[in-house]
């Protein structure tokens, strides 16, 4: 597995890298079910094979880094599940499954697992919903299981509760592994942005004044509407002068069966990820309702290096 240093140096030489896209829809594009609590996190236990694919199939469309499958994999969401005995195998088997997707790849280039842990609650499983003690012990669990299993570094995806974030991240960040935060957000009519937790209106400025401090060394904007992004992260350019990220969401959430439509073009999604790098975004890809083809027309389409300042 390639070291964290070299995809550093790349960052810090102002090169542009490639994040795969959405792992859950791609799955249930593939036929796989959507578990009511676990979401995409049940696949790798139930449907393997496919999920190494899903992985090899944005390794080949151009991704330079691969997101386990890990987004709903922490205790307490397998648990609601009915997978809680299942913990330490689901979470260590999602690493195996990127490794073994990189091996049949056989592609010419370094490919990097970013470990993902996000604060997903089982809302259709109360009995299960965790105290905040319960809910730091999980974390941690799930932190230190992927950084066992030789993840390149951890990736917070969706960081839209304030108390549960800095759990959450402080746990990433005691394994001593690179730690990467991505916030999920929305914007009012006025033009301010919140994080995306409805019924709460937490400023996104005043989360990363009180989050960014707990650690990470790149901040992300992720699962959220295209339109939204660029001024989300006009905040995070503002507060913060690390690397960033970028990798919304495409299209539009239909329930019951976490499907996403009206998704936007691969074209037009370059369109706006050449924006983003503009704006010295170097970490690029897509959420959910993204695709490989979408990936493969960013790395085909996106410049090398962000410009210059």
Known sequence: MTTFDELRRRLDDGEIVVL???????????????????????????????????????????????????????RHSLEGAGLGDLVADINTRSVSLVNEAINAAEVDRPIYVAGAISTFMPRNNEEFMPSLGVAKANYREQAELLAEAGVDLILMEMMVDMGQSALAIESAVSTGLPVWVGYSCRTSNDGDVFLLNRGQDD?????????????????????????????????????????????????NFVMPNWQFKDIMSPEDYLTEAQKWAGMGVQVIGGCCGTTPEHIRVLKEGLPTHVPQV
């Open 20 to 74: 795969d896209g959405g792992t859950g829809t791609e799955l249930e594009r593939h036929g796989v079910p959507m578990d009511s609590v676990a979401w995409s996190g049940a696949a790798i236990h139930t449907h393997p094979e496919v999920v190494r694919q899903v992985h090899e199939d944005y390794i080949q469309a151009g991704a330079d880094i691969v997101i386990t499958n890990t987004f709903a994999t922490c």
């Open 203 to 251: 400023a996104f400025d005043e989360a990363l004044d009180q989050l960014g401090g707990l650690g990470g060394s790149l901040i992300a904007v992720m699962h959220t509407e295209i339109e939204n992004t660029i001024p989300a992260l006009s905040v995070v350019k503002e507060q913060w002068s690390g690397s960033m990220g970028a990798f919304p969401h495409s299209g």
